[in-house]
């Protein structure tokens, strides 16, 4: 039987792990990140934030330019990070890039009372891709309306709209519970006690509601909600593995501020050796045919022992 969950014992989490995977990962230093590259898997670092969010922000404008009449494209995007969002919206306006035949797809949402969080919500996601995007490109070169797509708690039409058109990139970032989107590690419930799902089981899930780890509940709240823990939503929907797996490619990003030294080392460690283990969901990334993981340097810390 593998070990409780240092932090919420019903749940599977990266603390469930054999020991000595988490003290490996510990130990690698950003050379050694660089170093677990493998063909399918690409490490890069970035040494200043303004090169960082700059290429983040090309993954828009390299699937959108792809677009065409015959085969629209694009790209699906995160809420964390956003600081490559405006500057998405000044690089499709100062390349005059016409947007009719590009689609972009929110990765999730807040479900509330069983439904999405209305656009004015505060923490919506919606509301920051418009607001910080899509609303600052100008009206000639915006997108249709129905060829953004953002998952609902009922999300048949979410779903249907990846068949209208090609995915170049699903970008992501990685929370503190090691999960892409809303893709947390499932609660340790029958038939799940002793072992977490197989990731054969783990990666059928498509787009769902979700109930949120409470990691990601309190990670949340420190990023977004100034650590004000009772207005974070405690479920979501989102983008699932099945319509990761339709993404030509995986691109996540860690600037470190929405996971730490360790976790960032652990995820690059299991998906370079193929480790795959539901309690860390990152990790069935393995299994993808093209991911790249990219690191701002200052964002990657150490592992190591600091008093404050």
Same mark, same amino acid.
């Given at each position: 039987?593998?070990?409780?969950?240092?932090?919420?014992?019903?749940?599977?989490?990266?603390?469930?792990?054999?020991?000595?995977?988490?003290?490996?990962?510990?130990?690698?230093?950003?050379?050694d990140l660089?170093?677990?590259?493998?063909?399918?898997?690409?490490?890069?670092?970035?040494?200043?934030?303004?090169?960082?969010?700059?290429?983040?922000? $090309?993954e828009y404008?390299?699937?959108?330019?792809?677009?065409?009449?015959?085969?629209?494209?694009?790209?699906?995007?995160?809420?964390?990070?956003?600081?490559?969002?405006?500057?998405?919206?000044?690089?499709?306006?100062?390349?005059?890039?016409? $947007?009719?035949?590009?689609?972009?797809?929110?990765?999730?949402?807040?479900?509330?009372?069983?439904?999405?969080?209305?656009?004015?919500?505060?923490?919506?996601?919606?509301?920051?891709d418009m607001?910080?995007?899509?609303?600052?490109?100008?009206?000639? $070169?915006?997108?249709?309306?129905?060829?953004?797509?953002?998952?609902?708690?009922?999300?048949?039409?979410?779903?249907?709209?990846?068949?209208?058109?090609?995915?170049?990139?699903?970008?992501?970032?990685?929370?503190?519970?090691?999960?892409?989107?809303?893709?947390?590690?499932?609660?340790?419930?029958?038939?799940?006690?002793?072992?977490?799902?197989?990731?054969?089981?783990?990666?059928?899930?498509?787009?769902?509601?979700?109930?949120?780890?409470?990691?990601?509940?309190?990670?949340?709240?420190?990023?977004?909600?100034?650590?004000?823990?009772?207005?974070?939503?405690?479920?979501?929907?989102?983008?699932?593995?099945?319509?990761?797996?339709?993404?030509?490619?995986?691109?996540?990003?860690?600037?470190?501020?929405?996971?730490?030294?360790?976790?960032?080392?652990?995820?690059?460690?299991?998906?370079?050796?193929?480790?795959?283990?539901?309690?860390?969901?990152?990790?069935?990334?393995?299994?993808?045919?093209?991911?790249?993981?990219?690191?701002?340097?200052?964002?990657?810390?150490?592992?190591?022992?600091?008093?404050?």
């Amino acid at each position: 039987m593998r070990p409780l969950s240092i932090v919420a014992p019903d749940w599977w989490d990266y603390t469930t792990l054999d020991r000595e995977i988490l003290d490996d990962a510990a130990r690698l230093t950003p050379e050694d990140l660089v170093a677990l590259s493998r063909p399918g898997f690409t490490v890069k670092i970035y040494d200043t934030v303004e090169e960082f969010y700059l290429a983040e922000a $090309l993954e828009y404008i390299h699937a959108w330019q792809q677009a065409t009449p015959e085969q629209p494209a694009g790209i699906c995007g995160p809420i964390g990070p956003t600081e490559q969002l405006p500057l998405v919206a000044q690089l499709v306006n100062e390349l005059e890039l016409d $947007l009719r035949y590009a689609h972009f797809w929110g990765m999730d949402e807040w479900v509330i009372d069983g439904k999405e969080a209305p656009i004015d919500f505060p923490l919506s996601f919606a509301r920051a891709d418009m607001e910080l995007c899509f609303n600052r490109i100008r009206p000639d $070169l915006r997108m249709p309306p129905e060829n953004i797509h953002f998952p609902k708690a009922d999300p048949t039409e979410y779903i249907a709209s990846w068949s209208r058109a090609r995915c170049v990139i699903m970008q992501g970032g990685q929370g503190e519970v090691k999960h892409w989107a809303f893709n947390d590690p499932p609660r340790r419930e029958p038939p799940w006690t002793e072992t977490p799902p197989p990731p054969e089981v783990y990666r059928q899930l498509g787009t769902r509601v979700v109930d949120l780890h409470p990691m990601t509940i309190i990670q949340n709240a420190r990023t977004s909600g100034g650590g004000v823990v009772q207005n974070v939503p405690t479920k979501a929907v989102t983008v699932g593995p099945l319509e990761t797996w339709r993404a030509e490619k995986v691109s996540i990003w860690h600037a470190g501020k929405h996971d730490n030294p360790f976790g960032q080392r652990l995820t690059t460690l299991m998906i370079s050796k193929r480790i795959v283990d539901t309690s860390v969901p990152m990790s069935l990334l393995a299994d993808h045919p093209n991911v790249q993981f990219n690191f701002l340097r200052s964002g990657i810390g150490v592992c190591a022992v600091e008093m404050h």
